[in-house]
């Protein structure tokens, strides 16, 4: 009999075939149970992939090349993501395959598949050095397509030439390349790098001139635009970076005094998600906004640039008298980050009285809101972010957390909080408070058991870090409306919460729907009584204070002008937070 192993491809393996025939008449192999085994294993399929696999390297030619399908499958993988979240609770299958592509091996597998599909390699190797005599200078030359790419005018600055900026250096007085823009024509060239010095432009040499009279050679310039370079001496790789942040404040370029080149500024709004692509500048980082496909990245202020402008800011208000008396935002004008002991206005980071009615903002006032470094976070089955309403007295959000709870009870619970004030007509313990004595409270409170707690008219509240976590774990959405100060111990990675602001409507439309709805006063205990045209305004003002303390801590906001809009839109919302992956603080996903 003769025997034969037919390769993957459904071909017979000639190797296999005659090593086989071979065992058959080879005389030394006396045992037949030696035999057999060796003719079992030859002809195993196991075995015979394996030479096919053999077979087919062996045969690549030195010419060929193997080539990746894709470099970014990481971003295949998010928008996969992305995709099915909405559809992991309708079906088994897609909640399967979402759990196995979060799992940190598979990551891990493709970020190494596209680090080497795109020869991201570390240590990069120096390149081959050039030899030229010792007396010779290296010169390049490189030629670009006059784009349009922003020129801008100035002394000293630095000018965007085609996606790169120039100055003058200061000890030689030569023109250098400052700053490569990414995504521009100098950084797609990969031929111009920081730090060249810059001889000719289009064979006008630029010794002795400035950088607005180069400036003048390019916008006199058709066409292609030949520069010649002498190298500098210690090439910088400009790796884009992969940092996300959400900004903290409203950015105008045109109207910014200080920045290199208006035209090659970005501007952006609170809260818009940012791609920071370079932070070699200490002043002026790169960046695109999120999801926009345009290719050159623009100018903004760094964090530390940002961060002097505020309290440059709040220093000048000090001496306009705009700061009120004895605030320790305008003494203390230290940056975050840098404690002074010595310093009596700075304090723990932890207030003790949150529910002061004089409401001291002083501390909350040291904090300089500018960038907040954010990732994707993406819902968990069954494991939902509590939802944190937050708001000015009045506003109405305890209604609103009252609807959303009453809407379906088994899925929305707020917890019980704690109080030390007596127990009042009509009210059950365990249902509307957890009636504790002070010494108790005081006690819980000395142990870490309250996640949020405060003082208001000589009695303690709280709520329990127990009792959310227990909503929690039991795949309920927890949902609280603290006082707007609690947010400072509530916005926690473990907690992970969905923080809305309720805001008041425009006063006109604010007394009109509460008077038509014939609210009561929360401003008086009594609740016998509408509410004044000072509470309103006082309301709005509340609100507006809110918003610049506490505004970047949160994820949308509401306007409840019209009470079953606004309801409709907390249902939209709490939704949102429990099918979509949104961004959050990078500390939360990591």
């Not at 071909?11 to 060796?38: M, N, R, W, Y």
């Not at 995709?83 to 091996?105: D, Y």
């Amino acid at each position: 009999m003769t025997a034969v192993v037919m390769a993957v491809d459904g071909s017979f393996d000639p190797v296999i075939s005659k090593l086989i025939t071979s065992l058959k008449e080879a005389e030394s192999l006396s045992e037949e149970q030696d035999l057999g085994f060796l003719q079992n294993l030859l002809q195993s399929k196991e075995l015979n992939a394996l030479v096919n696999v053999h077979s087919k390297v062996a045969k690549i030619n030195k010419d060929d090349r193997i080539a990746p399908l894709l470099s970014a499958s990481m971003q295949v993988l998010a928008e996969v993501l992305e995709l099915l979240a909405p559809r992991c609770h309708i079906s088994p299958l897609c909640r399967e395959i979402f759990h196995l592509l979060q799992k940190p091996h598979l990551q891990s597998l493709l970020l190494a598949h596209d680090a080497i599909a795109q020869k991201d390699f570390y240590p990069h190797l120096p390149e081959i050095p050039v030899e030229v005599d010792e007396d010779e200078e290296t010169i390049k030359i490189v030629q670009l397509v006059k784009s349009n790419e922003p020129l801008c005018a100035g002394a000293q600055s630095a000018e965007p030439i085609v996606g790169a900026t120039i100055k003058t250096d200061e000890e030689t007085g030569k023109i250098i390349i400052a700053r490569i823009m990414h995504g521009g024509a100098a950084d797609r060239s990969g031929l111009i790098h920081m730090g060249d010095e810059v001889i000719e432009v289009n064979n006008i040499n630029v010794e002795g001139k400035t950088p607005g009279d180069v400036l003048s050679i390019l916008q006199n310039s058709e066409g292609t635009i030949t520069f010649k370079l002498v190298p500098s001496d210690g090439k910088l790789d400009q790796r884009e970076s992969k940092v996300r942040v959400r900004a903290y404040f409203d950015y105008e370029p045109e109207n910014d005094p200080y920045i290199p080149c208006k035209e090659a500024g970005l501007g952006f709004v609170r809260g818009d998600i940012l791609h920071i692509v370079s932070q070699d500048d200490s002043y002026w980082w790169q960046a695109r906004k999120e999801g926009e496909k345009t290719t050159r990245a623009g100018l903004i202020p760094s964090r530390a640039l940002q961060e002097r402008r505020i309290l440059h800011e709040r220093t000048q208000k000090e001496t306009n008298g705009e700061t009120k008396k004895g605030s320790c935002a305008s003494i203390c004008s230290t940056p975050p980050g840098s404690p002074n002991p010595s310093n009596p206005c700075r304090g723990p980071k932890t207030k003790k009285i949150m529910y002061d009615t004089a409401e001291n903002d002083d501390f909350d006032r040291e904090l300089i809101a500018t960038y907040e470094e954010v990732a994707k976070l993406y819902p968990r089955p069954n494991v939902y972010r509590p939802i944190v309403l937050i708001g000015a007295p009045g506003i109405g959000r305890n209604e609103l957390k009252r609807r959303l709870v009453a809407r379906d009870p088994e899925k929305y619970k707020s917890p019980v909080p704690y109080t030390t004030r007596p127990m009042r007509p009509g009210e059950v313990a365990g249902r509307e408070y957890l009636f504790v004595s002070r010494e108790k409270m005081e006690s819980e409170i000395a142990n870490g058991k309250f996640i949020e707690y405060g003082e208001y008219k000589g009695q303690l509240y709280g709520t329990s870090g127990e009792s959310v976590k227990t909503i929690v774990n039991a795949g309920c959405v927890c949902v609280l409306g603290p006082h707007y100060q609690a947010l400072k111990s509530l916005r926690t990675a473990q907690l992970k919460p969905y923080i809305v602001h309720i805001r008041p409507p425009p006063f006109d439309k604010l007394k009109q729907t509460r008077t038509k709805a014939r609210a009561r006063s929360t401003f008086d205990e009594s609740n016998s009584r509408g509410f004044t045209d000072e509470e309103f305004q006082e309301m709005i003002k509340s609100a507006e204070r809110i918003n610049f303390l506490y505004g970047h801590f949160c994820d949308d906001e509401i306007i409840n002008g019209d009470l079953t809009e606004a309801f409709e839109k907390l249902v939209t919302l709490a939704n949102k937070s429990e099918t979509e992956p949104l961004w959050a603080p990078v500390s939360w996903v990591q």
